[in-house]
């Protein structure tokens, strides 16, 4: 079946500092990808679609300066948070998907604790 | 977006008892999914409906998509240990693509 990986599982970084994710879809290409955020006891709320050779989608309230995404290859997104703040802690989680671009499998999420 | 409303919020349960969650939608959808997420984890699909009425099993878990297309349920029979997570349901968002989550089930289940 599908398989997407995310890595890191998590990072630590100081505030003020940039962290990228990286997304993978490990056995078929995915023209479209997802990034979802998830605070603490809370549900995924989607914070931007990534298109393959264009520039990203982002949700109402997402910052696009700050939430870089970069969908270079048909297997590879990246989500940069730039100038890292402690508000910018939390799960981020992508998702692909192999038939179409729905998004229904998910890579196992980056914890991010901004210090 | 469409808003989904998942119940109950959480369930306490001993092994071998029966769970049943379900999901309701303001809107028509087209596609039902249940994931279920460990902690620290990202959601693993359990079940995907795509037909109103449908009723799909997993082993020991049971999902039906509505007749009225606005809502879903799950039932986990027999429930054991490892069944502990939190459990959403997902819907298609109006972007097409993405999906909208419930708030999630948060299930224990004690032995």
């Known amino acids: 079946g599908a398989v997407v990986s995310q890595h890191p599982s998590r990072v630590i970084c100081k505030s003020g500092t940039s962290v990228k994710i990286e997304c993978r879809s490990l056995d078929f290409q995915a023209t479209t990808m997802f990034w979802y955020r998830q605070f603490p006891k809370q549900s995924l709320m989607l914070m931007a679609t990534?298109?393959?050779?264009?520039?990203?989608?982002?949700e109402q309230g997402v910052e696009k300066d700050k939430f870089l995404i970069n969908h270079a290859s048909l297997t590879l997104s990246t989500l940069t948070v730039t100038s890292a703040h402690p508000e910018d802690s939390s799960f981020y989680i992508c998702s692909a998907g192999e038939k179409g671009n729905y998004g229904y499998t998910f890579g196992s999420g980056t914890r991010l604790t901004v210090v | 977006g469409q808003q989904l409303n998942q119940s109950p919020q959480s369930m306490f349960i001993q092994e071998g008892e029966d769970v049943s969650m379900n999901c309701t939608s303001s809107?028509?959808?087209?596609?039902w999914l249940w994931y279920k997420q460990d902690p620290g984890e990202g959601p693993v699909l359990l079940i995907a409906l795509y037909k109103a009425g449908e009723l799909t099993s997993n082993g020991r878990l049971t999902a039906q998509f509505g007749i009225t297309r606005k809502d879903s349920f799950l039932n986990i029979s027999a429930s054991i240990p490892s069944d502990v997570g939190i459990y959403f349901c997902a819907g298609p968002s109006n972007s097409g693509y993405a999906l909208n989550f419930g708030k999630g089930t948060s299930l224990l289940v004690t032995p």
């Open positions: 809107s028509i959808f087209n596609t």
């Open positions: 990534s298109n393959e050779g264009s520039k990203a989608t982002y």
